[in-house]
């Protein structure tokens, strides 16, 4: 399992560097990703995309990407755009880890 | 795959950016491999220019030259490599001649906006006071185009069986009372599905959701100080994008993730979405009006021109949009198919649609080239096409739209029928014959059927249903206009009092004229139409054109939910009703025969005596049987289905058609009884203790069900 945090923004401006950091970790099959945004303020609509792409990738290769600890703002937005629908959300890391080790997510 | 349009072939002349010449197809802004894929359109420019903006920035930073090679006959292209397209606001300068009379406006220091601009940005919050000073107002932004659609797919309900329910954006949510989290917005209304799933509609119909300036024309009210805005939006800035301000996170940039998932949502939820769509005007009004795109980069292609170079005014809105234009025409099509295609839109309300059947001189065609593309269009194929049919400048089509069996027509004389019917005016009877239906006076040739006609009682236009029946008279002062703007010919009546009143006896008849209203119109041949919040019994206190009031008075009043729940629930059953009898839904017109051999026809009339209708002009009484084994063509089995209406003052006994011995009428509804024994749940209708006559309450409907003993 790996966990990656994210702080700041997740922008136009950021979002690249973020995928060059999460791409090598789709490389491979059955991985168990936990992205902790805690630290992570505002994501953009590009930023989402990212997220998507990232889970649809490793969904067709038997791995999980699971969210953590999103803002209210930032969940509201994502239920509002559609974008809730394609991840399973966790209040903090380790209740994420806890349910992926569980089989529940 | 290696690609070899991957690399440039030219730099910007700051040699900041890398280009190559573009695709022409499709106009536009379309994200390609390693870049952005600009086109645009002009016949006339001499020259054009790319600007890009920084998200909200005052100038470009960035300003290219489309090259000689960059020009594929009338179309300017080219792709920019590199670009942070989430972060964009592109615009073009075109320069060519300024000549009026000619209808060339050309002016190289106006900064304008893509005509197929899928985002813009300019107006991102609802009603924040814009910077005047900005150069560009209205700014192209790049889309992204992937949406997630699941397995959603258009619904493909058969017109027939919809029942629409009309609604503002904002209006629908925007008053605190809704209780919503994101009030005014493409999010709210779908905070509301429960709700609307309870009243039990199959399709929302959004007035005007294309991207539009609410401040266009904004000023203080002389009558109450408020402002006014461009509130309706009626007038197009963009056709490609939606409204900004309608979306919580157009502050995001997410409007259009945002609306698709508000219509991903309503399918799931079986609830279809039609768009209310303006194709005959734009935001730039006339010669003094703004230069936004059109005016700006082909204004002789887009707009219809008098001989001078004025501008015709079809719509009342200053321009008139050159709909038969091929260049124009190709516009309109790209447009629907886009929302048809990328939005999972399922159909089409086209405002003052005659004037998309005028030529390229504003007279009217007898077979219009766009009405026929778009009644043949593959990808439209399965779109709901409805015509508001008739324009601003007199024409009037209502019976006589060209629709090759494809077009619908929010009927208008419906609206007046039932409206004079229901307030017991004189020789009303055999009008209202004819719209309870399906009008087939007006739709029964070529091919068309009930399905041609959008039944409405009220809709955006005109009073709400407690208005009709609480106001004589329209009360727009508010508008500032002197009470002279809104139509006159409301056949409204106050029942005894103008407005508001605290006359028990009055209250007690506007709320039965309702119900007899929603009856007469749920159990009519046709597609019916209801305005949101005539459910609750919402008031616009007598304003019959509030087109720009953005104010409680607009605003639907949640807390009437609440206190009119017994309408509210006589429409839910009402509506249950009509879902419950394919009787109620045919999409042909009824043969007036019993081609069944039932021992009835599929329709026959009755009146205090069965069998025999009072047709003279003093008659106020009408009853009609619809045969269930006749239902959609005999192609079910339903109930037959009676309905007695009495629009007299005084109460009228009906002597019912005698049914076979196995079968005994039940009543369904009865306007003139008190809640909760106005109305049942469907199935659940209580058997009659007389089953030859029943005593009709002064101006009072009543349904009855024959159903097995």
Redesign the interface.
């Known amino acids: 399992m790996t966990i990656i945090s994210l702080s700041g923004s997740l922008d136009g401006n950021t979002v690249n560097d973020a995928q060059e950091k999460i791409m090598p970790l789709l490389a491979s099959n059955s991985i168990l990703l936990v992205l902790d945004l805690k630290g992570c303020g505002y994501i953009s609509s590009a930023g989402l995309r990212l997220l998507l792409m990232a889970a649809k990738q490793l969904s067709s290769q038997e791995g999980i990407l699971v969210l953590s600890g999103l803002s209210d703002e930032i969940k509201d937005v994502m239920e509002m755009t559609g974008f809730n629908n394609f991840f399973k959300t966790f209040p903090d890391t380790a209740a994420a880890v806890a349910a992926i080790r569980k089989g529940g997510a | 795959m290696f690609r070899v349009d991957l690399h440039p072939t030219h730099v910007s002349e700051d040699g900041k950016f890398k280009l190559r010449v573009g695709k022409p197809l499709p106009f536009g802004a379309s994200i390609v491999p390693g870049g952005v894929n600009f086109s645009v359109y002009s016949h006339a420019a001499t020259s054009c220019k790319l600007a890009l903006f920084n998200k909200h920035e005052p100038k470009p930073f960035c300003v290219i030259s489309f090259k000689d090679e960059f020009r594929i006959g009338n179309v300017f292209t080219m792709v920019v490599f590199d670009l942070?397209?989430?972060?964009l606001e592109y615009g073009f300068y075109m320069d060519g001649p300024f000549n009026e009379r000619e209808g060339h406006r050309f002016d190289k220091t106006k900064v304008l906006m893509d005509p197929y601009a899928k985002s813009i940005g300019g107006r991102d919050i609802w009603g924040k006071t814009p910077d005047w000073n900005d150069i560009y107002q209205h700014r192209a932004r790049i889309c992204?185009d992937?949406?997630?659609w699941?397995n959603d797919h258009p619904l493909e309900t058969p017109v027939e069986d919809l029942i629409i329910y009309e609604m503002h954006v904002r209006g629908f949510t925007q008053n605190p009372s809704s209780g919503v989290?994101?009030p005014g917005?493409?999010?709210g209304i779908?905070e509301k599905i429960p709700y609307l799933k309870e009243l039990g509609v199959t399709c929302v119909e959004l007035m005007p959701i294309h991207e539009f300036d609410e401040f266009e024309n904004s000023r203080i009210s002389p009558a109450t100080g408020k402002m006014l805005m461009n509130y309706w939006g009626y007038s197009n800035v963009g056709f490609f994008a939606p409204k900004a301000g309608f979306?919580?996170?157009g502050k995001?940039?997410?409007q259009t993730?945002?609306c698709?998932?508000l219509i991903?949502?309503l399918h799931k939820n079986g609830i279809e979405v039609i768009l209310d769509v303006v194709f005959n005007h734009t935001a730039e009004g006339n010669e003094k009006g703004p230069y936004i795109s059109y005016k700006g980069i082909d204004n002789k292609t887009y707009y219809l021109l008098t001989p001078d170079g004025y501008y015709y005014n079809f719509s009342g809105c200053g321009n008139t949009l050159n709909c038969n234009n091929p260049i124009v025409r190709n516009m309109i099509l790209d447009c629907l198919r886009y929302w048809a295609a990328d939005y999972h839109v399922d159909g089409f309300r086209f405002d003052l649609a005659s004037i998309l059947g005028r030529d390229m001189n504003g007279a009217p065609m007898h077979s219009p080239p766009l009405l026929e593309t778009l009644a043949f269009d593959p990808i439209l194929g399965k779109c709901k096409l409805i015509a508001e049919a008739w324009d601003a400048g007199g024409l009037y089509q209502v019976g006589c739209f060209p629709a090759w069996g494809r077009w619908a027509e929010w009927n208008g004389k419906y609206r007046d029928d039932l409206r004079k019917f229901l307030k017991g005016e004189p020789g009303s009877l055999g009008a209202m014959a004819q719209r309870l239906q399906g009008s087939p006076d007006l739709y029964s040739m070529e091919g068309r059927g009930a399905t041609a006609s959008i039944n409405f009682i009220t809709a955006h236009d005109g009073f709400t249903l407690y208005d009709m029946v609480s106001y004589n008279g329209k009360h727009n002062e508010a508008n500032g206009e002197n009470n002279s703007d809104g139509g006159n010919d409301n056949y409204s009546w106050n029942c005894g009092a103008e407005g508001d009143t605290k006359d028990a006896g009055i209250k007690w008849l506007r709320t039965k004229q309702m119900k007899n209203a929603v009856a007469m119109l749920l159990v009519s041949q046709g597609t019916p139409m209801i305005l949101a919040g005539d459910e609750m019994a919402n008031t616009q206190w007598g304003n019959n054109n509030a087109y720009c009031q953005d104010n409680e008075i607009s605003w639907i009043d949640w807390s009437l939910f609440k206190k009119n729940r017994e309408l509210f629930e006589f429409f839910r059953k009402m509506i249950a009703f009509r879902k419950a009898h394919p009787v109620l839904r045919s999409s042909g017109h009824f043969k007036n025969r019993d081609y069944m051999h039932s021992g009835f026809a599929d329709i026959t009339w009755h009146g205090q005596e069965a069998w025999n209708v009072d047709w003279s002009a003093e008659s106020r009484s009408l009853a009609f049987m619809l045969c269930g084994m006749h239902a959609k063509g005999g192609t079910v089995d339903d109930n037959s289905v009676y309905v007695a209406m009495n629009m007299h003052w005084e109460m009228r006994g009906f002597r019912m058609p005698k049914l076979p011995d196995y079968m005994a009428w039940h009543v369904f509804a009865n306007t003139d009884a008190q809640s909760p024994f106005d109305i049942w749940e469907p199935g659940k209708e209580v058997k009659l203790d007389n089953q030859n006559e029943f005593l009709v309450g002064p101006r009072s409907v009543v349904i009855l069900v024959a159903k097995d003993k």
């Open positions: 942070d397209y989430e972060n992204f992937d949406f997630d699941e989290k994101h917005t493409f999010a779908k979306a919580a996170t995001f940039g997410m993730d945002e698709k998932t991903r949502e």
